[in-house]
């Protein structure tokens, strides 16, 4: 069978492009999983974002699959919508099958569009069982974690079981599969690494306790050894690790930096997402053992520095210090502190814009990540499907509209008791211009020439909807962000 699988070219607003062009790691996972007769290939639209239309059309024309896959996000959902009606145009016999985060916690939002099944959850399984069922003309019915139509009716079976990794059910991932080239994080070929998945924490704001329910599951050493390898050998020299919440053992992490270095591949570039707790109560070994491993940038989950706010989130005990089994204050300092110290940096993740927010805290935590943070990741409170936050905010009439394709995190779409979702955004939108200006040396000391040759298009980025008048102070900086606010709602427009 040829199948076709691809991810959606809608990007974030942090994640622009021109600087990373990061590989969807689910798709290359499904197609290793699949029976090895079946012809796979992947494409991440990412890297065609101004030719999607042209890009599938080829696609379907020199593939001509039997089965199209689709990972979609929530604030992609439209654009996905776009794909499938234009697969359905181009190739009305073929099977469409929609997969990831949003047709699992919103399958609701699919059962109008013309696709065939929704994948619910892990799919690497699912996956499998789906392409035999469909070689063999088989029972859907059985297939656990599958949606599919019946008799004009869908049908949902019963949830599957998460995978608990420690066995070779799983196979690694078939980069060989992707078909399209490109990807880069700062001029360098980047690509994903998965150690583990689960997290045992209960976030407001976060859909992993839906997706997967509270655990947390590993594969051994050997195997994220030989994927990192395969990643090396396909000619990256970057990796993101895509868990979770990797340092939610920290134990288990520092054997996996002792391993990366026994097997020689520290030499190569590593960034990880971390909780500021584990690294602020371990840090004084667990960061120079970070740093020998290659690690380089740390996404910390400091989600906000106001200790009412974490609470809100629900984010308190992953952000708390402790010492002597007793909680000493907030950990964000002490962990952001030791990756300093040993030469790391650290990308803020911080949250503005919750319910009681004032212009006064949303401010602090600004001035807080200019002071403190290499590289700001601000967000929103977003209303993804299925979160105890979606539920409050909907209860409080506090969601302003549900033009999903803004659910990016960064394009505000909650109001709160003091402020507009526009007033939010704008705080975080004129703070952050300049916190990632001023990273921009250091990017330029480890990579010289992509800062050169890129630098005036990452600044047009950085600071588009702003004119000349805007730097001489001839115009208010709001007229610059509508324009920047346009700007995005054109860029949307991928399909």
Not at 279 to 300: C, D, Q, T, W
Not at 479 to 490: E, I, N
């Amino acid at each position: 069978m040829n199948i076709l699988l691809l991810s959606m070219p809608d990007s974030f607003e942090h994640m622009p492009s021109i600087v990373i062009r990061m590989p969807n790691g689910a798709l290359t996972s499904l197609a290793g999983n699949v029976d090895e007769h079946h012809n796979v290939a992947v494409a991440d639209l990412i890297l065609c974002q101004r030719s999607v239309r042209k890009t599938v059309t080829h696609l379907l024309g020199e593939h001509d699959p039997q089965l199209v896959g689709l990972s979609t996000m929530t604030f992609q959902r439209r654009t996905a919508e776009r794909i499938i009606h234009l697969i359905r145009e181009l190739k009305p016999n073929a099977k469409i099958v929609v997969g990831g985060y949003d047709p699992s916690l919103a399958a609701e939002a699919y059962l109008s569009m013309p696709i065939d099944f929704i994948v619910r959850g892990e799919g690497e399984i699912t996956f499998r069982e789906l392409t035999r069922a469909l070689e063999k003309n088989g029972d859907m019915h059985f297939i656990a974690g599958l949606s599919h139509r019946h008799d004009g009716k869908w049908i949902h079976n019963p949830q599957r079981a998460i995978s608990s990794l420690d066995s070779e059910e799983i196979r690694l991932p078939k980069r060989s599969a992707r078909v399209l080239k490109g990807y880069t994080m700062l001029g360098r070929q980047v690509d994903v690494i998965e150690t583990s998945r689960g997290c045992t924490f209960d976030c407001s704001f976060c859909s992993i306790i839906e997706m997967r329910g509270r655990n947390f599951n590993a594969y051994s050493f050997d195997r994220v050894i030989a994927d990192i390898r395969d990643a090396k050998e396909h000619g990256a020299r970057t990796f993101f690790l895509v868990d979770d919440n990797i340092t939610l053992n920290v134990h288990r992490f520092e054997a996996l930096c002792n391993a990366i270095i026994e097997a020689g591949l520290h030499t190569l570039d590593y960034f990880v997402q971390g909780m500021t707790s584990a690294i602020a109560n371990h840090g004084e070994r667990l960061a120079p053992l970070m740093k020998r491993a290659g690690f380089r940038y740390v996404f910390l989950g400091i989600e906000n520095i106001l200790e009412s706010d974490l609470q809100l989130l629900q984010a308190s005990a992953k952000n708390t210090a402790r010492s002597n089994g007793h909680k000493t204050g907030n950990a964000t300092l002490q962990a952001i502190e030791y990756l300093h110290r040993n030469g790391m940096y650290v990308v803020g993740g911080l949250i503005v814009g919750s319910p009681n927010d004032t212009v006064e805290s949303i401010e602090a935590n600004l001035a807080f990540a200019r002071k403190y943070v290499d590289w700001p990741y601000i967000q929103h409170p977003t209303p993804y499907p299925r979160t105890p936050m979606t539920d409050d905010f909907r209860r409080r009439g506090l969601i302003e509209h549900e033009r999903f394709e803004e659910y990016d995190g960064t394009t505000s779409v909650v109001k709160n008791e003091y402020l507009s979702a526009d007033e939010i955004e704008y705080l975080r939108w004129k703070a952050e211009r300049g916190m990632k200006t001023r990273h921009l040396p250091t990017v330029f000391r480890h990579d010289p020439w992509f800062v050169a040759r890129n630098m005036l298009a990452m600044a047009a980025n950085t600071y588009r909807g702003s004119k000349l008048r805007t730097v001489l102070g001839l115009e208010d900086d709001r007229q610059a962000f509508a324009r920047y606010k346009q700007l995005r709602r054109q860029e949307r427009e991928y399909v």
